[in-house]
């Protein structure tokens, strides 16, 4: 097999290029290290069956030879990326998703894309599951990157639908592991960054808005699930084991036990989800799937990272 996985050199992007090559597959990653970086892949450049191509996929793809799978994950993914570049996050949702996907459909391969909880927006449902067609602002802050997913998953099911190309959706929820970047903004390497090096944990609000995390091995099981379905909707990834911001902020301060760190408290940013947490009903019927990973364990795993890189 032969798989095309753009955003390969970011966080989740990175494990499955070592998912698919540990598989047996010949692997072209497609980056323009935006928000990815090479320190991801470098372990990787050496071995035969991998090929880095730096590209933008907001630009047409040329691919020589066979592909059997096109995995779509470029697209900044914290809020602190997609706010300093919004017009990229848009362009890769769109120009990105449509050029991803006219690869797959030339190439008469499969094709999955990367979208997001953020389709769901502040929702109005609790637990989200996917027939929710969200509480999204188009106009707000965040609408780079929601609408930018939002578009992908129409234009997504537009290829599956006129063209017959064999398309999967996962919607991914909070995800963590090794190869976050420490300065991306999302709460828990924010958090992790702020504790290893003694500074104050900022925490948005009162901490009381929710979130899921999920480990990333998990979520590179239900992916991989996923793509070897004929399944065409969205389906949901994540752990439905839901914690306060300010709850996580905690463990992580018990975890780092000398830290000096303490909790300062900052205005809530503007459309920022007040809840999350996936309803994965349908990964576990379709896919036999659900979270092995503690979160206990999945958080030493991510600091042991984090302190090589602090």
């Known amino acids: 097999m032969r798989t095309v996985i753009t955003g390969g050199a970011g ?4 494990h499955l290029c070592e998912r698919f090559l540990a598989a ?9 290290m935006l928000t990815g ?6 372990h990787l450049l050496d071995n035969p069956r991998f090929r880095l191509l730096e590209r933008n996929v907001s630009e047409p793809i040329v ?10 994950f470029a697209s900044p993914a914290s809020p602190a990326d997609y706010l300093a570049h919004p017009i990229p996050t848009l362009k890769v949702g769109s120009l990105g998703t449509h050029n991803a996907l006219g690869l797959a459909k030339a190439k008469e391969a499969r094709f999955l894309l990367a979208s997001t909880s953020e389709v769901y927006g502040d929702p109005e449902v609790h637990p989200q599951r996917e027939e929710y067609w969200g509480h999204v602002n188009p106009i707000g802050p965040r609408g780079c990157y929601d609408e930018a997913k939002r578009f992908s998953e129409a234009i997504t099911m537009a290829y599956h639908r006129y063209h017959a190309v064999k398309t999967r959706i996962v919607r991914i929820f909070n995800t963590y592991g090794p190869r976050m970047r420490l300065n991306d903004g999302r709460c828990l390497p924010n958090f992790m960054r702020q504790a290893l ?7 948005y609000g009162q901490g009381e808005q929710t979130r899921s995390f999920c480990y990333v091995s998990d979520l590179v099981e239900g992916i991989v699930r996923l793509l070897e379905t004929d399944y065409s909707e969205p389906v949901n990834l994540g752990n439905p084991a839901e914690i306060t911001v300010m709850q996580l902020a905690e463990e992580i301060l018990a975890l780092i036990k000398d830290t000096k760190s303490r909790m300062v408290f900052e205005a809530l940013p503007q459309d ?3 809840r999350r947490r996936p309803d994965i009903t349908r990964a576990q019927n ?25």
């Open 11 to 14: 966080f989740i992007g990175s």
């Open 24 to 32: 047996g597959d010949d692997v072209i990653c497609v980056d323009n």
């Open 37 to 42: 970086s090479k320190r991801n892949i470098v």
């Open 63 to 72: 691919i020589d030879g066979a592909v059997d799978n096109v995995l779509h």
């Open 197 to 203: 090096r003694g500074e104050p944990l900022t925490i």
């Open 272 to 274: 920022d989800p007040k």
């Open 286 to 310: 379709l896919l036999g799937w659900q979270p092995r990973v503690e979160r206990a364990d999945g958080l030493k795993r991510t600091l042991e990272y984090f302190r090589t890189v602090v």
